[in-house]
């Protein structure tokens, strides 16, 4: 893990962070670190990989990980397209978003490769790992926890697709999960979150499920309103479900990093 390439990386400060490349597959990612003031080889603290959703890897995914190094935590927001690709328009998202994730095996590829970029940093303790994922993101974050992908102690998902694939050899998820989904998201189905949930029930998974009232998909990004209207899409944000998803997740990795239980709701 220690060896994993390092194709350049810029001088650190205090919750701000730097952008980095790191080598993912046939694919040269663009990253962005933040590492929390006082960590240190001799003070390693908690890692927290930060996944984008289908607009790429923009400064909403900056933004977050900042957010994450004000915890304590060093965080990585990846770059699951390459070359920090970006959109607004709906059409190139999804054609973005299919490259990346309609495979498992290369979603695996690249989310591992800035797993271990993140691992490999010498303030972090690569023992303690979670992933946090919005819209895409959320859902390669639990597609990563389902799989029980080495060392990742949890995934939290923010308004996420939930049709996430269970191997067959999987007989119980070990990661534990945070689900944060809008209660009138029109593009989840309560179909789906009920096959969602028997999955992670019948798989002896550890979660906490939570609809956030008059909450649509988008709900924690400030601009998901604005590309709502120009792309005639159900999205829009919403402060308090987007101030009490992250209560909820600030509460979730102090309980996973510390070893706890988790709640179910």
Known sequence: M???AILAMSALSAFAGSEVKYQAGDVTAHGYLALPEGASTENKVPGVVVIH???GHNDYARKRADMVAELGYAALAIDMYGKGKTTTHPKDAGSFAKEATSNNEVMKERFLAGMNFLQAQEQVDESK???????MGGRIALQMAVMNTPNLLGAASFHGALNVEVPEEVTIIKPKLLVCNGADDTFISQETI????????????????????DAVHGFTNPKATELGKKNNLNLAYNEEADEESWATFVDFAARVFAGEDIEPQ
């Open 129 to 135: 790992t979670i992933a946090m994922g919005y819209c």
């Open 194 to 213: 009920a096959e969602f949930k028997k999955a992670i029930v019948e798989h002896k998974g550890e979660m906490v499920f939570i609809n956030f009232p």
């Open 53 to 55: 959703e289908w607009w």
């Open 2 to 4: 220690k060896s994993i």
